[in-house]
Every structure is written in structure tokens, then in C-alpha cells.
């Protein structure tokens, strides 16, 4: 091969640039955060795997409708009860710490929501 005193050589710090975070934290991630949860409600709008995973679709599902088309209500059919589509008066009535709630989960995932640049946020 020619050229193969720089290419491996190249190829070793390469992997080993690519491989530094893991070697880094030994191969560690931290702990996933634990929200406080309310401790006086027992449900939510939906449940808490469904919650978890599509909050921010729901919201801005939400949002598009009452913007659009002035609909504020949310039918549940699992537990039979009707929501308002309100961030402030639905979501934030339980969880009222935004500190305690959001922002633990968000700042683990490296993410900035975007519902706060036009909704006021609790005073902790």
C-alpha cells in the first residue's frame, strides 16, 4: 500500500476520535430524571406512557385546533371525563411546578420547548 505509514495511523486516531465519549464515561449515561409527580391526582388526560411519549404532539395538536377552528374541548374516552385544550388551565393545574416537572425531563433531553416563548410560566 502506499501511503500506509499515514493512513493507519489516521484510521487509529480516527476511531479513537469517534470512540472518545463512550471511553470518556466509561460507557456510563446518567440517570434518567424522575419528574415530581402531583400527589393528589391519580390521572391524567391520558396515560402516563402515552404522556410521556407524545406530550408535545398532543399540545400542538392542541393548539392547531383551537387556534383554527376555536375548539377547546377534549373528549377522553378512557376515563369518560372532558378536558379543556389549555396548557395554563388543563396541564399546568396538576403539574404546577414547572421546575420540578418540566424542566427536569428537558434539560436531560437536551431540549428546548418553544410553549413558554407565548405562554406566562408559573411562579415557582
Not at 460507557?27 to 388526560?45: R, T, Y
Request: proline share 6%.
Amino acid at each position: 500500500m502506499y501511503d500506509s505509514d499515514k493512513i493507519i495511523p489516521g484510521l487509529i486516531i480516527f476511531v479513537l476520535f469517534i470512540t472518545f465519549p463512550v471511553w470518556y464515561n466509561h460507557g456510563d449515561a446518567s440517570e434518567v430524571p424522575k419528574p415530581e409527580l402531583p400527589k393528589d391526582v391519580k390521572e391524567c388526560v391520558l396515560p402516563v406512557a402515552d404522556m410521556r411519549a407524545e406530550h408535545m404532539q398532543l399540545l400542538n395538536q392542541w393548539r392547531d385546533l383551537v387556534l383554527r377552528t376555536g375548539d377547546r374541548s377534549f373528549d377522553v374516552k378512557i376515563a369518560g371525563k372532558e378536558y379543556q385544550k389549555s396548557l395554563m388551565n388543563t396541564c399546568m393545574q396538576c403539574h404546577s411546578s414547572k421546575k420540578k416537572f418540566c424542566d427536569r425531563c428537558h434539560t436531560y433531553a437536551s431540549v428546548t420547548p418553544y410553549c413558554w416563548d407565548c405562554h406566562l410560566a408559573p411562579v415557582e
